[in-house]
C-alpha cells in the first residue's frame, strides 16, 4: 500500500509509525514543510521517506497556519505525480492541507490535544476546525476513549471515529538495560518537568508524609538552565517549606536515549498531567517493568489497567495522594507484580508492529469504502 502522511508539525509518534509500516512492506511518504534550504527528500527507514516541500520560508516559524495554502498546492502537485492509496493527516494543520489537496482520496484525519483540553486562546474557533475535519475525513483517528467522545459531542459521527492507542519500542523501553543510579530511598519518577499542571507540587507536599522516599523530575529547561527555571525555582521553596528539599531532584530535560535509563530506575512512575490523550509516558514506564500510578483520564484511563499494571487517581489533596503510595510502597511483592503485568500488557498490546499493523488495516478498510463509493 501507498501512504502519504502529513506532518507539518512533526512528532516522534508519526516517524515511528511510519517505520514500522515500513517494515511491513508498505511505502511511506511523509509530506513535512521544508525549514531548511536545499532539503528537499531524506529517507527515515526502509520503505519510509521523507519529503520537505517549500512552503513559505525556508526556515523555522511560529505561525504555519499563512503558509497551509501553498503547501496544499504543492501537496496537490506531488499526488497528481504519484497517487497514494490511502492519505493520514496527523495534527488539525496538516488537516487543514490535505482536505484541502486530497480530492478524491481516501483520508484519515489524527487528532492532538482536542480544543475542549486545549490552551489555545480561540477554542471555538479550533472546535469548529475539528468538526469540519471529522466530517470531511472518512475515519477520524483518536487515541483514547475520551477523546471519541469528545469527537462525537462536536458533531463527528461515532461509526466514523477510530481509538488507535499510542505505540512504544517494547525493545527500546524493556526491562532489561542499564538504569540510572539509586540509593536506599524508594524512587518516585516524573518526566513532564516542574511546571504547576504536571502535578509536580503536589507530589513534593505528598513526599513529606512518605518517609523514605524521593521524587525525582524530569523535563523542562536544560539543566544549565534550571537555576534560572521560574517553575523549578517554586517547586525548591515549595519543597524547602515542607521539608523534603534533601528528597527532590531536578534534572531538567532528559535526552530521549537516556530515559530508558531514568525510567528503570524508578520504584514507581507518576503520570499526573490533566489530560494526555495518547498516555505516552504510563505506556514507556510500563514497557519498562515499572508501575504507573497515573490521572484517571485521557490515554491514562485506557493504558493502566487499575491496581493490575499500576493505580489510576482521582483528583484528590496531597494527604490522599501520600496514602496511596505508602500503601503501595507497603506492599513490595505487590508492587513487583505490578510492574511485571505492566510489561506484558505492553508487549501484548501496544508494540508498534501491532499499532502499525491496525492502523494499515484501518487504511484498507478506508480505502475499500472510496472504492466501492465510486
Known amino acids: 500500500m501507498k501512504i502519504s502522511m502529513i506532518a507539518i508539525d512533526s512528532a516522534e509518534h508519526v516517524a515511528e509509525l511510519a517505520r514500522e509500516l515500513g517494515r511491513q512492506g508498505h511505502e ?8 531548511a534550504p536545499g532539503k528537499r527528500r ?6 519510509v ?28 502537485a506531488r499526488w497528481a505525480e504519484q497517487r497514494p492509496d490511502v492519505v493520514h493527516a496527523h495534527g488539525w494543520v496538516s488537516g487543514l492541507a490535505a482536505a484541502s489537496s486530497a480530492q478524491g482520496l481516501p483520508l484519515v484525519q489524527s487528532y492532538g490535544v482536542l480544543s475542549s483540553r486545549s490552551r489555545v486562546a480561540d477554542r471555538t474557533l ?34 466514523r471515529i477510530k481509538v488507535v492507542p499510542q505505540g512504544v519500542d517494547t525493545e527500546e523501553f524493556s526491562e532489561r538495560g542499564p538504569a540510572y ?37 524530569a523535563g ?9 527555571d521560574t517553575d523549578a525555582n517554586r517547586l525548591r521553596m515549595l519543597a524547602k517549606e515542607h521539608g523534603v528539599e534533601d528528597r527532590l531532584i531536578l534534572l531538567g530535560e532528559v535526552p530521549r536515549k537516556q530515559m530508558p535509563k531514568l525510567l528503570r ?70 508492587l513487583e507484580a505490578l510492574g511485571i503485568a505492566a ?10 508492529s501491532r499499532i502499525a499493523a491496525e492502523t494499515a488495516a484501518l487504511y484498507e478498510s478506508v480505502a475499500d469504502q472510496r472504492v466501492a463509493a465510486a
Open 265 to 334: 530506575s524508578a520504584d514507581l512512575v507518576l503520570a499526573l498531567p490533566e489530560h494526555d490523550p495518547y498516555g505516552t509516558v504510563a505506556l514507556e514506564a510500563m514497557s519498562c517493568g515499572v508501575p504507573v500510578a497515573a490521572v484517571a483520564s485521557g490515554g491514562y484511563a485506557d493504558t493502566v489497567i487499575d491496581n493490575v499494571t499500576g493505580i489510576l487517581l482521582k483528583p484528590c489533596g496531597p494527604g490522599q495522594l501520600a496514602a496511596r503510595l505508602r500503601t503501595l510502597f507497603a506492599d513490595p511483592v505487590h
Open 28 to 35: 511511506v511518504t511523509i509530506h513535512t514543510r521544508r525549514e
Open 42 to 47: 531524506s529517507t527515515l527507514a526502509a520503505g
Open 126 to 159: 479550533l472546535a469548529r476546525l475539528e468538526r469540519a475535519l471529522g466530517r470531511t475525513a472518512q475515519i477520524s483517528v483518536v487515541g483514547c476513549l475520551q477523546d471519541k467522545d469528545g469527537l462525537v459531542r462536536l458533531g463527528v459521527p461515532r461509526s
Open 49 to 76: 521517506v521523507i519529503d520537505y516541500l517549500p512552503a513559505g520560508p525556508e526556515a523555522h516559524v511560529d505561525n504555519v497556519i499563512p503558509h497551509v495554502g501553498e503547501f496544499a498546492d504543492r501537496l496537490a
Open 220 to 228: 523542562g529547561p536544560s539543566p544549565e538552565d534550571l537555576e534560572f
Open 343 to 352: 510489561a506484558d500488557r505492553t508487549r501484548s498490546r501496544n508494540s508498534w
Open 181 to 217: 543510579p539509586t540509593g536506599r530511598r524508594k524512587r518516585l519518577v516524573m518526566v513532564h518537568g516542574p511546571a504547576p499542571e504536571t502535578g509536580a507540587g503536589a507530589v513534593v507536599q505528598a513526599l513529606s508524609r512518605i518517609p523514605g522516599a524521593e521524587l525525582v523530575v
